[in-house]
Protein backbone atom coordinates (compact mmCIF):
# COMPACT_ATOMS: atom_id res chain seq x y z
CA UNK A 1 0.00 0.00 0.00
CA UNK A 2 2.54 2.09 0.97
CA UNK A 3 4.28 1.73 -2.43
CA UNK A 4 0.85 2.35 -4.50
CA UNK A 5 1.01 6.29 -3.19
CA UNK A 6 4.08 7.05 -5.16
CA UNK A 7 4.40 4.21 -7.66
CA UNK A 8 0.48 3.44 -8.64
CA UNK A 9 -1.44 0.86 -7.60
CA UNK A 10 -0.42 -1.59 -10.72
CA UNK A 11 3.51 -0.35 -10.63
CA UNK A 12 2.60 2.23 -13.33
CA UNK A 13 4.08 5.25 -11.91
CA UNK A 14 2.84 8.57 -10.39
CA UNK A 15 3.83 11.82 -11.69
CA UNK A 16 8.04 12.23 -11.69
CA UNK A 17 7.76 8.14 -9.54
CA UNK A 18 9.02 5.80 -12.10
CA UNK A 19 7.18 2.87 -12.94
CA UNK A 20 7.93 -1.07 -11.00
CA UNK A 21 5.33 -2.69 -13.08
CA UNK A 22 7.42 -5.69 -14.88
CA UNK A 23 11.00 -4.63 -13.45
CA UNK A 24 13.05 -7.72 -13.25
CA UNK A 25 13.16 -9.17 -9.58
CA UNK A 26 16.74 -8.83 -9.52
CA UNK A 27 17.21 -5.19 -10.74
CA UNK A 28 14.32 -4.42 -7.75
CA UNK A 29 16.18 -6.10 -5.66
CA UNK A 30 19.56 -4.48 -6.14
CA UNK A 31 17.95 -0.73 -6.44
CA UNK A 32 16.35 -1.63 -2.74
CA UNK A 33 19.09 -3.04 -1.26
CA UNK A 34 21.35 -0.13 -2.61
CA UNK A 35 18.61 2.12 -0.44
CA UNK A 36 18.85 0.34 2.53
CA UNK A 37 22.90 0.65 2.47
CA UNK A 38 21.90 4.29 2.13
CA UNK A 39 22.43 4.86 -1.47
CA UNK A 40 20.77 6.11 -4.09
CA UNK A 41 18.73 9.74 -4.71
CA UNK A 42 16.21 9.48 -2.63
CA UNK A 43 15.57 10.59 0.80
CA UNK A 44 12.09 8.74 1.23
CA UNK A 45 13.13 5.81 -0.27
CA UNK A 46 16.39 5.31 1.79
CA UNK A 47 14.06 5.73 4.59
CA UNK A 48 11.31 3.27 3.61
CA UNK A 49 13.85 0.66 2.22
CA UNK A 50 15.34 0.69 5.51
CA UNK A 51 12.04 -0.79 7.03
CA UNK A 52 11.73 -3.61 4.62
CA UNK A 53 13.34 -7.13 5.73
CA UNK A 54 14.66 -9.46 2.65
CA UNK A 55 11.36 -11.62 2.50
CA UNK A 56 9.20 -8.17 1.97
CA UNK A 57 11.66 -6.96 -0.82
CA UNK A 58 11.51 -10.31 -2.13
CA UNK A 59 7.85 -10.51 -2.33
CA UNK A 60 7.87 -6.74 -3.76
CA UNK A 61 9.93 -7.51 -6.17
CA UNK A 62 8.26 -10.80 -7.11
CA UNK A 63 4.85 -8.79 -7.18
CA UNK A 64 6.40 -6.33 -9.51
CA UNK A 65 8.04 -8.58 -11.88
CA UNK A 66 4.56 -10.22 -12.28
CA UNK A 67 3.01 -7.16 -13.32
CA UNK A 68 4.59 -7.47 -16.84
CA UNK A 69 4.82 -4.00 -18.26
CA UNK A 70 1.80 -2.50 -16.84
CA UNK A 71 0.29 -1.95 -19.87
CA UNK A 72 -1.88 -4.77 -19.87
CA UNK A 73 -5.81 -3.99 -19.64
CA UNK A 74 -7.69 -3.77 -16.34
CA UNK A 75 -10.95 -2.88 -15.04
CA UNK A 76 -10.00 0.40 -14.84
CA UNK A 77 -8.36 0.36 -18.23
CA UNK A 78 -10.44 -1.06 -20.80
CA UNK A 79 -8.62 -3.61 -23.78
CA UNK A 80 -8.25 -1.03 -27.01
CA UNK A 81 -10.93 -1.76 -29.16
CA UNK A 82 -9.28 -1.96 -32.60
CA UNK A 83 -7.18 -4.52 -31.21
CA UNK A 84 -4.02 -1.99 -31.23
CA UNK A 85 -4.07 -2.17 -35.23
CA UNK A 86 -4.52 1.50 -36.62
CA UNK A 87 -4.08 0.71 -40.58
Known amino acids: KK ?18 AGIAASEFTEKMNLYRE ?6 IMIRFAKSLSDEEI ?12 GQSPSPQQPADETGGDTQ
Open 38 to 43: GGGDSK
Open 58 to 69: AELAAYYESLGD
Open 3 to 20: CAKCHGKRGEGVKKNPAL
